[in-house]
Nanobody, 112 residues
Framework: QVQLVESGGGLVQPGRSLRLSCAASGIIFSTNPMGWYRQAPGKERELVASITIVGRTNYADSVKGRFAISRDNAKNTVYLQMNGLKPEDTAVYYC??????WGKGTLVTVSS
């Protein structure tokens, strides 16, 4: 049974940082590309960042230069380091293995 469990969300002031984690089980993690999506209230889910099995990364234009995705295959975990957070980054952040599996999400709220 595949499980993706996100953690690390919370309330943060604009300009601060957060690091999200997604722990995977039930998959051969090292052979899966991984990604982070987000969904803000009233908006569609959008791709934030992705990382291939060889560590090649891709980012949405809105987060380039501020967010960084990484993976630790020994820990079956993918991370999203978010710096310079803005109120428009407020959303539920979801982890996926691009194989139809999703976590339940973690809420990030950026507000003063």
């Amino acid at each position: 049974q595949v499980q993706l469990v996100e953690s690390g969300g919370g309330l943060v002031q604009p300009g601060r940082s957060l690091r999200l984690s997604c722990a995977a089980s039930g998959i051969i993690f090292s052979t899966n590309p991984m990604g982070w999506y987000r969904q803000a209230p009233g908006k569609e889910r959008e791709l934030v960042a992705s990382i291939t099995i060889v560590g090649r990364t891709n980012y949405a234009d809105s987060v380039k230069g501020r967010f960084a995705i990484s993976r630790d295959n020994a820990k079956n975990t993918v991370y999203l380091q978010m710096n310079g957070l803005k109120p428009e980054d407020t959303a539920v952040y979801y982890c996926t293995d691009f194989g139809g599996h999703w976590g339940k999400g973690t809420l990030v709220t950026v507000s003063s």
